[in-house]
Structure formats: C-alpha cells, structure tokens
C-alpha cells in the first residue's frame, strides 16, 4: 500500500512540476485607433469592430479565437465614419501590436501601422484602407 501511494504522490509532482509549452503562450492584439471605422478579423470572422472620434485602446486576447491550423492571419481595414468626411480630415490612423507572451515576457510578432499621412495630397482621398499579419503557430 506505501509503495502504491508512493508511486502516486510522485507521479503528482512530476505532473505539477512539467509545463506544457502550447499552454503557456498566450497571443494578444494590442489595437489604438483614431478617426475610423475598424474592422479586425481572423481567419475571416470578425472579432472587433468600432467607430470612434477619438483615441482608443483595446488588447484582444487570442488565445480562445485561433483556430487549429497551424497558419492564422488578421485582417484589419479602416473605413471613413462618413462619406463627407475623409480620412485627413478625422486624422484617422489604426496601430496593431501582434504579441506572443512567454510567462512575464512578451515578443513582438508584427506590427501594423495604418496612417493616412501617405494620401494628405491626393485629390481623391480614399475610402478605405487596409492590411493584414499572418503567422504560424508553432
């Protein structure tokens, strides 16, 4: 009976003591947006969309959003919140942060920056623009 429960306390420790590598990285999407409408997808389904005059902040965790394939990809596209209204005009922009935390640290995977600045001289302001991270799980 003491070598049973021997057996049985050890395995408990081992158990406690081993981390699963999957479980331990958690993804997250940092996102700042100003002046647009926004539209952030995974792997096609949307999982954040807004409109805001003024800054604002989210962090989207992923981790229950990933899908089991191996390759992931976000979408995101910025709209104008009007069509009298350009994209220059609101001074619209949207910054996404993809990281991938490993217990206290964290490692910067893509970043996207969609500013308007590039278009400020155009005539014909567009509409919408757009860009997209993929990424591999490993």
């Known amino acids: ?58 962090n989207i965790n992923l981790e229950k959003l990933l899908n089991d394939s191996v390759e992931q990809k976000i979408d995101v596209m910025i709209y104008r919140i009007s069509r009298e209204m350009t994209l220059k005009s609101t001074q619209a922009y949207l910054n996404l942060k993809l990281e991938k935390g490993h217990g206290d640290s964290l490692e910067l995977i893509k970043e996207i920056k969609l500013p308007t600045f590039p278009y400020d001289d155009d005539a014909q302001q567009p509409s919408s623009i757009g860009g997209s991270i993929n990424f591999h799980l490993k």
Do not use: D, P, W
């Open 1 to 58: 009976m003491k070598a049973f429960l021997l057996v049985i306390f050890c395995f408990f420790c081992m158990a406690s003591f081993t981390t699963n590598e999957i479980l331990n990285k958690k993804y997250n999407l940092n996102v700042e947006a100003k002046g647009c409408h926004y539209k952030i997808s995974l792997n096609g389904q949307v999982i954040e969309e807004g409109k805001t005059y003024s800054r604002v902040f989210k």
